[in-house]
């Protein structure tokens, strides 16, 4: 019998990306997102690109009722946890919507696995788990600290899951700590779709671009990195998906609880950044340098190797193909999902 996965989130950026390889690697999918920040389009494209079909539930992490319908009437065999609020700025305006959401949403997801005897869980966790790091690259014994409630709420979950997993042994968790993920689908079907004005750098790049925003502002230029822009680990995010896929397979041999970063352990600058995609794209990205982003740091990837290992997996994809697919991801579909 196939195996069937819950992806929580999974009409997301990332979530329609791995829903995808999981069906392309045999799984059956079963999807549950409220919608708040995707569209089902993403999940129609990925039943066109993959002639296969995702069961689709538009349901609420808040809502255990609703959570359970879904294990009641599928036989769900592991879960990939990704729904979630994300955006940092946000998270300090509104910071009981990212508590009730990504920590009391995962509890009542755990507190169900538990009821249908599910104990497989992958957790989508972040690299700003590691605060300001002492040094680069970041390994997983690094301390970490979290300076907004965003990222309170990935270290509150990765501490929840910690502590389940000590209760009983039965629990199979893997907590992924995503460093930058970027890029697209090579179809250009597929792609990060953000809503309102992007926090993020790549989607900016490609906005302004194609002409839907004016230019790009370089968030200071004063760091201690060689060009003085800010340097992160950019992960494409069909390695990162691959990723999953591994995960997933993975939880046979693994138990309790794996901590992993997923990153290529590559870091590249801002001004980098735009020159690739420039170079990808044709098209020139007007910026100017304004002063840093409060709370940014200077520079942070990882040391990928515990993954590699770990997952028999690794990031392949370079600046180049992340930058291309972002591209003709951005440049087919000007507007994200609408039409
Ligand atoms: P995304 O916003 O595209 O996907 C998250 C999905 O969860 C969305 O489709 C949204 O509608 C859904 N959702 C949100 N709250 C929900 C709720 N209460 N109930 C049901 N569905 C809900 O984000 P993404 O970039 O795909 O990120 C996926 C996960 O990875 C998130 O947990 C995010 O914090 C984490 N992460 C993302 C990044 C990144 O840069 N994209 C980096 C590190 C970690
Ligand atoms: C962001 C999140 C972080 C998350 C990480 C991984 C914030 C403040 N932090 O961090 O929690 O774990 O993504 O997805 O959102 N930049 C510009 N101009 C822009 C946008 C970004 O110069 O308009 C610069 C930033 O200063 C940084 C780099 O580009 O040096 C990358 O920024 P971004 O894509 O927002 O990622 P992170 O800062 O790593």
């Known amino acids: 019998m196939l195996q069937t996965i819950l992806v929580t989130g999974g009409s997301g950026y990332i979530g329609s990306h791995t829903t995808l390889l999981l069906l392309k690697a045999g799984f059956e999918v079963v999807v549950l997102d409220n919608l708040s920040n995707s569209s089902l389009e993403s999940l129609h494209r990925v039943e066109k690109i993959t002639g296969k079909k995702v069961k689709f539930y538009q349901a609420d992490l808040r809502n255990t009722q609703q959570i359970a319908d879904i294990f ?82 990935k270290l509150f979950v990765e501490e929840i899951m910690r502590d389940l997993a000590h209760s009983d042994p039965s629990w199979n968790i893997i907590l992924l700590r995503y460093f930058n993920p970027v890029g697209a689908h090579e179809s250009g079907l597929i792609g990060e779709d953000p809503q309102g004005i992007p926090n993020n750098l790549v989607p900016f790049i490609s906005q302004v671009a194609v002409g839907e925003r004016e230019k790009l502002r370089i968030f200071g230029d004063d760091y201690s990195t060689p060009d003085g822009t800010g340097v992160r680990d950019y992960i494409h995010v069909m390695d990162l998906a691959a990723a999953h896929v591994k995960a997933v397979t993975s939880h046979v041999k693994l138990s309790g609880i794996t901590t992993l970063n997923l990153g290529t352990g590559n870091g590249y600058s801002v001004l980098e950044m735009v020159k690739a995609f420039e170079k990808e794209s044709g098209k020139s990205v007007a910026y100017e340098i304004v002063a840093r982003r409060s709370g940014d740091i200077a520079e942070c990837w990882t040391d990928p190797s515990l993954a590699e290992k770990t997952l028999n997996w690794k990031a392949n994809r370079g600046l180049a193909e992340m930058m291309k697919d972002t591209w003709r991801w951005q440049n087919n579909n000007p507007k994200g999902y609408k039409i």
């Open 72 to 153: 009641n009437e599928n036989n769900i065999s592991s879960v990939i946890h990704f729904a979630g609020l994300k955006a940092v700025g946000e998270s300090a305006e509104i910071p009981l919507d990212y508590y009730e959401q990504n920590i009391s949403g995962s509890i009542n997801l755990l507190k169900v696995m538990k009821e249908f005897n599910c104990s497989q869980i992958v957790f989508s966790s972040s690299a700003t788990v590691y605060g300001d790091p002492a040094s680069v690259p970041i390994n997983e014994s690094f301390p970490t600290s979290a300076t907004n409630p965003y990222g309170r709420t």
